[in-house]
């Protein structure tokens, strides 16, 4: 079956160094991942989506890297800001003609000022 | 549009009663996504739904667990009877496509006592 995992649990880090989240997943490498934001008490909100032929992506402060070799993808925050403190999850899909995402367990990000 | 709407927010109650979740998606998805999440095993799918009918239940946990959508903005997750390891916050979200970002509700925060 296919299975994503976010290693790291929790990422306390300070106010303007960059921070960097790993995202890995097993079997084929799927067509897409998509990144997530939560915050407590809310549900979660899409940030980006990457596609397996794409190496990098940006957003404004945001970055997300597809290594197909690796099995791996980075989410990256440039110059964090305590507002940026919050659970971060990635999804891919479940692969097949399924419709659905499966999603890591998230780490929790903490930006100290 | 107001988003995908959920109710109750909270809900308390003893174990061996019935509970039963709603959710409006947003208009113009065709797919709808229940989940349910925990600190243990983080965001899991339950059962989706396309075009009103129900595509892949696996995740749901056993039989006293079931859902419907009788129409296109409209879905009901029921537990019964409900048992205290039930409590969790279930999540509904909807999306336009299969391969496109979700969007989730508020959540509804389920205790059994």
């Keep these: 079956s296919q299975k994503i995992e ?8 300070q106010e ?3 921070a960097t989240l790993t995202c890995n997943y097993t079997n084929y490498s799927p067509a897409y991942l998509q990144w997530y934001r939560q915050d407590p008490g809310r549900g979660p909100v899409f940030l980006l989506l990457i596609r397996e032929n794409e190496k990098e992506k940006r957003k404004e402060r945001l970055k997300v890297t597809f290594d197909t070799t690796l099995k791996q993808s980075l ?5 964090p800001q305590p507002a940026d403190s919050a659970t971060y999850l990635c999804a891919r ?9 499966i999603f890591g367990k998230g780490t929790k990000l903490s930006v100290k000022p | 549009d107001a988003g995908v709407i959920q109710s109750p927010r909270h809900e308390v109650t003893e174990m061996g009663q019935e509970v039963t979740l709603r959710c409006k998606p947003i208009s113009g998805h065709d797919y709808l996504f229940w989940y349910r999440q925990t600190m243990m095993r983080g965001l899991e799918l339950l059962i989706y739904f396309n075009n ?10 056993e ?16 537990i019964q009877p409900s048992e205290p390891r039930d409590s969790a916050v279930y999540f509904c979200a ?8 979700q969007f989730f509700g508020p959540g509804t925060r389920l205790t059994v006592l």
């Design chain 1, 6 to 13: 976010q290693n790291s649990e929790a990422l306390n880090i």
């Design chain 1, 16 to 18: 303007g160094k960059t």
């Design chain 1, 75 to 79: 989410f990256h925050i440039t110059a």
């Design chain 1, 93 to 101: 899909p479940a692969g097949g003609s399924q419709g659905n995402l």
């Design chain 2, 52 to 61: 009103n009918v129900p595509i892949d239940d696996s995740g749901m946990p």
């Design chain 2, 63 to 78: 039989d006293r667990f079931s859902a419907k959508m009788p129409n296109a903005s409209f879905s009901t997750l029921k």
């Design chain 2, 94 to 101: 909807s999306s336009f496509n299969r391969n496109n970002e």
